[in-house]
């Protein structure tokens, strides 16, 4: 069974760096998925942040492009979000998720818990 | 960018009620849409893909339909544990996944 688990400081200080890493258990992450970062800001809606592959590849929201990078550690089965220049907009759930490939495109078949990250002085 | 608009943004119905949501897309995405179903305090589920294929575990009652620019998430009828929050998706421009903005199903 497929599983993700966000962690990382829940309270980041404006105009610092959001770090969150995603553990991914029952599957290698060097399977042919792309895993994603989605986040949730209180009582809004999904916004994708961006993917990545095995092979290191990556894809981003164009309006979050310039502050962040998502990369992989295959030794440890992992993948992880960098948020810069953070500022109190960034306070969300934050969701790592697997975009399963069919052939009718690409879908979020297994999503992390979410991990609440605030961004407070 | 293709945006996704979903209507109503809340539904009042009953259990047992059939529930009708709608996605409109701004251009056509074809048949790449998902539908999630989100409850609070938990991460969205895939519900239904490629507009009409049901995610493993999804039951029956809920059917997915469209392609194009407008498509449909039909729950037959209401179970207790329907009531949620649902959001269609769509990756037609690649490599950008969009969501849309939600509709709350809440009991009458």
């Known amino acids: 069974q497929v599983q993700l688990q966000e962690s990382g400081p829940g309270l980041v200080k404006p105009s610092g760096t959001l770090s969150l890493t995603c553990a991914v258990s029952?599957?290698?992450?060097?399977?042919?998925?792309?895993w994603s970062w989605v986040r949730q800001s209180p009582g809004k809606g999904l916004e994708w942040i961006g993917e990545v592959y095995y092979s290191g590849s990556t894809n981003y929201n164009p309006s979050l492009k310039s502050r962040v990078i998502i990369s992989v550690d295959q030794s440890n089965n992992q993948f992880s979000l960098k948020m810069y220049s953070v500022t109190a907009a960034d306070t969300a759930v934050y969701y790592c998720?697997?975009?399963?490939?069919?052939?009718?495109?690409?879908?979020?078949?297994?999503w992390g818990k979410g991990t609440t990250v605030t961004v407070s002085s | 960018e293709i945006v996704l608009t979903q209507s109503p943004a809340t539904l009042s119905l009953s259990p047992g009620e059939r529930a009708t949501l709608s996605c409109r897309a701004s251009q056509s995405v074809s048949s790449y849409l998902a539908w999630y179903q989100q409850k609070p305090g938990q991460a969205p589920r895939l519900l239904i893909y490629?507009?009409?294929n049901r995610a493993t575990g999804t039951p029956a009652r809920f059917s997915g339909s469209g392609s194009g620019t407008d498509f449909i998430l039909t729950i037959s009828s209401l179970e207790p544990e329907d009531f949620a929050v649902y959001y269609c998706?769509?990756?037609?421009?690649?490599?950008?996944?969009?969501f849309g903005p939600g509709t709350k199903v809440d009991i009458k």
């Open positions: 998720a697997r975009d399963l490939f069919t052939t009718s495109g690409y879908y979020m078949d297994v």
């Open positions: 998706q769509q990756r037609s421009n690649w490599p950008s996944f969009t």
């Open positions: 029952g599957v290698s992450i060097r399977s042919s998925n792309w």
């Open positions: 490629g507009a009409s």
